[in-house]
């Protein structure tokens, strides 16, 4: 089991940037696939970006891409989201998850919420315009 907490939400202004981390402590970290979901007031929640075990692979909603960018470090068994050009529209908590899917599961459906299976509890990112 793998428990996740978020951090490095806040309120900022449309153009700022901000990045979030996602710490990982329990089970070898290397070992999971990560990702970047977010959830705005009266949406569904959504994804956001996703990482393979090893970096190698990363992926991102076309709402996203060109602006946030998903990394990890095993070492510090640390996920992060470094988001860029924010605008209004990214308001919302942002949540990270783990999944322990096998490698070729997981490229086919690393958008899916039922492909993980630990969530954080979620930060909180407010973007005023």
């Known amino acids: 089991q793998v428990q996740l907490a978020e951090s490095g939400g806040g309120l900022v202004q449309a153009g700022d940037s901000l990045r979030l981390s996602c710490a990982a402590s329990?089970?070898?970290?290397?070992?999971?696939?990560m990702g970047w979901f977010r959830q705005a007031p009266g949406k569904e929640r959504e994804f956001v970006a996703a990482v393979s075990n090893s970096g190698a692979r990363t992926y991102y909603a076309d709402s996203v891409k060109g602006r946030l960018t998903i990394s990890r470090d095993n070492a510090k068994s640390t996920v992060y989201l470094q988001m860029n050009s924010l605008e209004f529209e990214d308001t919302a908590v942002y949540y990270c998850?783990?999944?322990?899917?096998?490698?070729?599961?997981?490229?086919?459906?690393?958008?899916?919420?039922?492909?993980?299976?630990?969530w954080g509890q979620g930060t909180q990112v407010t973007v005023s315009s």
């Open positions: 329990g089970r070898t970290f290397s070992s999971y696939h």
């Open positions: 998850a783990a999944s322990s899917t096998t490698i070729f599961a997981y490229l086919r459906n690393y958008r899916l919420m039922g492909s993980y299976h630990y």
